[in-house]
């Protein structure tokens, strides 16, 4: 499994900013028991941030953006979206989608997730 990010982007305090996530596979079958984005902002840990159960679109959102950013999946597409509103400067980070294959990832950390992407910069300043 491939995935894209875009999205990323230069913004206020205030904005709002949506991320994309395509995901491929070389033989068309995507399978993954969840996918979501990541972010890890300079000098801390990686974080869980919005994660989506591929089967029951059960999600998991970092408390610091619940009420402020929204995940979404369009399974006709392999794409998963991050509508990021309401931006705040704590929110600077680059930002990762990442998929678990069968589910051992951790939601928090993103430790055993298989697959990620190549990360978008979000940077939210005045």
């Known amino acids: 499994v491939q995935l894209q990010a875009s999205g990323g982007g230069l913004v206020q305090p205030g904005d709002s900013l949506t991320l994309s996530c395509v995901a491929s596979?070389?033989?068309?079958?995507?399978?993954?028991?969840?996918i979501g984005w990541f972010r890890q902002a300079p000098g801390k840990k990686r974080e869980g941030v919005a994660i989506?159960?591929?089967?029951?679109?059960?999600?998991y959102y970092l408390e610091s953006v619940k009420g402020r950013f929204t995940i979404s999946m369009d399974n006709a597409k392999n794409t998963v979206n991050l509508q990021m509103n309401s931006l705040k400067p704590e929110d600077t980070a680059v930002y990762y989608c990442?998929?678990?294959?069968?589910?051992?990832?951790?939601?928090?950390?993103?430790?055993?997730?298989?697959?990620w992407g190549q990360g978008t910069l979000v940077t939210v300043s005045s």
């Open positions: 990442a998929a678990d294959r069968i589910g051992r990832g951790n939601w928090i950390s993103g430790s055993e997730f298989d697959y």
């Open positions: 989506m159960r591929k089967w029951d679109g059960h999600t």
């Open positions: 596979d070389s033989d068309r079958t995507l399978n993954y028991y969840a």
